[in-house]
């Protein structure tokens, strides 16, 4: 099979550390245009890797034709660039959030499937060893049922992690739509219904612009309850000062799983007669230790075998659902039922 001609729209950091390297280092891949409104970006990557460099994107569809994209821009654009890509017949890789509204994100799965091409959102948490682990365990029934639990995602903020730091994208709520929530709080809402193979039923949110500048949330405390009656918390923080957690931990009935609350062991299972199993599986990736996602190749996979991607748009669509729950919640002061 000839390669999966690439392009890439929006040359951040998250093209800059994640997307862009893992297309180069795919064998299946030919980079053929990078997309940024600041044509120098795009242009460093063409003279790195080949390709052209474009200064927006629906030139660079019409006069490129590429096999697939990777949408890496501000969230108020991902919808109708993806949807353009479908459109000119491209395989569409989408940044979380997916988009911003769930009529968006709706649109964009009938864009994929009415031009018959992949729509995969880049969740990359469920393809994190210490996380593929933990399913696999969950999986096994050797806990029994999930009965309560937390998830946690924080880190210092988008401005010591964006390619334009404090001027970023992130705090203009105009393009961001939502903060923390959609940078984090959303990663966990598709972690932990990947985990527990379950889906939200009901939320109840307190979401707040605590310390950093602008008006788009840094801080969020989210009260789930899962179908199965599993109940549990889900925290997206942008102001861990003293460094990134990205932790879940699990109780169930037959004992308790802790994964990325140990520097070593990513993955410990406490069973209640006493037995403890530590996991070595491999690091989850943070803002400061750059790992490969893994979603990059399973995008690729998914084309080149003709299968439905890892983390299709429909499981993006159910994720972000959680997520525009937790602001009704916030807005309203309700229990918010999810579907």
């Given at each position: 099979?000839?390669?999966?001609?690439?392009?890439?729209?929006?040359?951040?950091?998250?093209?800059?550390?994640?997307?862009?390297?893992?297309?180069?280092?795919?064998?299946?891949?030919?980079?053929?245009?990078?997309?940024?409104?600041?044509?120098?970006?795009?242009?460093?990557?063409?003279?790195?890797?080949?390709?052209?460099?474009?200064?927006d994107y629906e030139t660079m569809l019409a006069e490129i034709k590429p096999d697939a994209v990777s949408v890496c821009t501000p969230n108020y654009l991902h919808a109708p660039m993806s949807i353009a890509a479908a459109?000119?017949?491209?395989?569409?890789?989408?940044?979380?959030?997916?988009?911003?509204?769930?009529?968006?994100?709706?649109?964009?799965?009938?864009?994929?499937?009415?031009?018959?091409?992949?729509?995969?959102?880049?969740?990359?948490?469920?393809?994190?060893?210490?996380?593929?682990?933990?399913?696999?365990?969950?999986?096994?029934?050797?806990?029994?049922?999930?009965?309560?639990?937390?998830?946690?995602?924080?880190?210092?903020?988008?401005?010591?992690?964006?390619?334009?730091?404090?001027?970023?994208?992130?705090?203009?709520?105009?393009?961001?739509?939502?903060?923390?929530?959609?940078?984090?709080?959303?990663?966990?809402?598709?972690?932990?219904?990947?985990?527990?193979?379950?889906?939200?039923?009901?939320?109840?949110?307190?979401?707040?612009?605590?310390?950093?500048?602008?008006?788009?949330?840094?801080?969020?405390?989210?009260?789930?309850?899962?179908?199965?009656?599993?109940?549990?918390?889900?925290?997206?923080?942008?102001?861990?000062?003293?460094?990134?957690?990205?932790?879940?931990?699990?109780?169930?009935?037959?004992?308790?799983?802790?994964?990325?609350?140990?520097?070593?062991?990513?993955?410990?299972?406490?069973?209640?007669?006493?037995?403890?199993?530590?996991?070595?599986?491999?690091?989850?990736?943070?803002?400061?230790?750059?790992?490969?996602?893994?979603?990059?190749?399973?995008?690729?996979?998914?084309?080149?075998?003709?299968?439905?991607?890892?983390?299709?748009?429909?499981?993006?669509?159910?994720?972000?659902?959680?997520?525009?729950?937790?602001?009704?919640?916030?807005?309203?002061?309700?229990?918010?039922?999810?579907?």
């Open positions: 099979m000839s390669k999966v001609r690439v392009a890439v729209i929006g040359c951040g950091s998250i093209s800059k550390h994640r997307h862009i390297p893992e297309y180069a280092d795919n064998n299946n891949v030919e980079l053929v245009a990078f997309v940024d409104p600041v044509i120098e970006r795009a242009e460093e990557y063409a003279a790195k890797h080949g390709g052209k460099a474009f200064a459109n000119a017949g491209a395989h569409v890789l989408v940044e979380k959030p997916m988009a911003v509204t769930d009529e968006e994100a709706a649109a964009m799965n009938e864009a994929a499937a009415k031009n018959g091409v992949k729509l995969m959102v880049g969740h990359n948490q469920r393809l994190m060893p210490p996380h593929v682990k933990a399913k696999q365990i969950l999986d096994s029934g050797v806990l029994g049922k999930v009965l309560t639990f937390r998830t946690s995602f924080g880190h210092p903020g988008p401005d010591g992690w964006s390619i334009d730091g404090a001027g970023s994208w992130f705090f203009r709520k105009q393009e961001a739509i939502m903060g923390a929530m959609g940078d984090l709080g959303v990663h966990k809402s598709d972690l932990i219904r990947y985990l527990l193979n379950d889906e939200v039923s009901e939320v109840a949110a307190f979401i707040a612009t605590i310390d950093k500048p602008g008006d788009v949330d840094d801080n969020a405390n989210v009260i789930v309850r899962m179908k199965s009656g599993a109940i549990g918390s889900l925290v997206a923080s942008w102001t861990y000062y003293k460094g990134e957690d990205n932790s879940t931990v699990l109780w169930c009935e037959k004992g308790v799983m802790k994964i990325g609350t140990h520097p070593e062991d990513q993955v410990i299972v406490e069973l209640r007669d006493g037995s403890i199993e530590k996991h070595k599986v491999g690091e989850i990736s943070t803002n400061t230790k750059q790992l490969s996602s893994g979603i990059v190749d399973a995008f690729i996979d998914s084309i080149v075998n003709d299968t439905v991607p890892a983390i299709s748009g429909e499981e993006g669509r159910k994720s972000l659902k959680v997520i525009l729950s937790a602001f009704e919640s916030q807005a309203t002061g309700q229990f918010i039922k999810v579907n």
